[in-house]
Nanobody, 115 residues
Framework: VQLQASGGGLVQSGGSLRLSCAGSGGIFSDKTVGWYRQAPGNERDMVATMTGDGTTNYADSVKGRFTISRENAKDTTYLQMNRLKPEDTGVYYC??????????WGQGTQVTVSS
């Protein structure tokens, strides 16, 4: 199982980006997917998750600005990021939680928000 993240880039404060994370093999359907962020010198923190039944969870810092979604038929999850702030800067990783506690990480995509 491999995940491919894309969509990062450089954006001004207040701008928007949409991240994508694609897998393969019809593995998404009932699994929890998530996006995590790692800023320089910091740990990797949860940004948003979505369970197989569509229940979402967001970090307080992104509530109302970020939206996680998924297309199971395409084995893809998205993170729509609006009203970006400089503190949103970091490497964003997608993750797929398989059975038996196995977690699969994507390779990360850099998001840089300039002030």
């Amino acid at each position: 199982v491999q995940l491919q993240a894309s969509g990062g880039g450089l954006v001004q404060s207040g701008g928007s980006l949409r991240l994508s994370c694609a897998g393969s093999g019809g593995i998404f359907s009932d699994k929890t997917v998530g996006w995590y962020r790692q800023a320089p010198g910091n740990e990797r923190d949860m940004v948003a998750t979505m369970t197989g039944d569509g229940t979402t969870n967001y970090a307080d810092s992104v509530k109302g600005r970020f939206t996680i979604s998924r297309e199971n038929a395409k084995d893809t999850t998205y993170l729509q990021m609006n009203r970006l702030k400089p503190e949103d800067t970091g490497v964003y990783y997608c993750r797929l939680d398989l059975n038996r506690g196995v977690k699969v990480w994507g390779q990360g995509t850099q998001v840089t928000v300039s002030s």
